[in-house]
């Protein structure tokens, strides 16, 4: 599959970047320069070529609006700060028919406060603020709220924590959570409706503080009894 990371060049983007190129997928590394997008595709390289299995990993790096052409799955992993002027830019670049995971939590940072408090968007949530901001033809999901960095960077282990998937569309959610599925040690868990993203944004300044508290970076979440539930019913 064809995957882009817009932000790949932050702490989350770039570690989800490493995740999907590992297990196969050509991924695209997005920034708004194209010369750092393509530094952080190196550096990906590098990094995979010296992990199991990582051998020939597909990646390379490109201007945002061009890093998205022709993408099956795009995600967004950038500062609330920044959302709108991303979307802004890649919004008609996107193909008929993109999917879009917008990972976006909206932090008291934005505003000069703190990591580990939470900012109500106007919408109800940055996911739903990003659905305003895309073209109709695109397909959106919120996701990747509760997963650390540090996790999806250290390759050498399975990423201990689920992901939280919220959107409209089931078959959209199943094609980004088979993209879960592939990460060693990943599980998707289907919350419903992309408002419930209101609910999720809200777990990352939790997800901080518990890091900060024990002086930890790699903090997750499980949700209890998935492996025995397989696919939502119909």
Known sequence: MNVTVVGGTGEEGFGLALR????????TIGSRVAEKAQGSADEARSLLDGAAG????DVRGDENTASVVGADVVFVTVPFAGQALI???????????????????PLMTVVG???THAI???????AEFAKTLLPKHVRLVAGFHTVAASALRALHEPVDSDVLLMGDDRETKEVVGSLVDGI?????????????????ETLTPLLIAVNVRYKVHDAGFRIAGRD???????
């Open 120 to 126: 109500r968007p106007w919408h109800g949530s940055a």
């Open 87 to 105: 979307y802004g830019a890649i919004g008609e670049t996107l193909a008929d028919g993109a999917i879009v995971c917008d990972c976006t939590s």
């Open 228 to 234: 025995a539930w397989g696919k939502p019913p119909a």
């Open 184 to 200: 060693d040690g990943m599980r998707w868990v289907d919350c419903g409706g992309l408002q419930m993203a209101r609910i999720a």
């Open 20 to 27: 999907f190129a590992k297990a196969g997928h050509a991924v």
């Open 54 to 57: 990582g051998v020939g990993a």
């Open 113 to 115: 406060g703190r990591a």
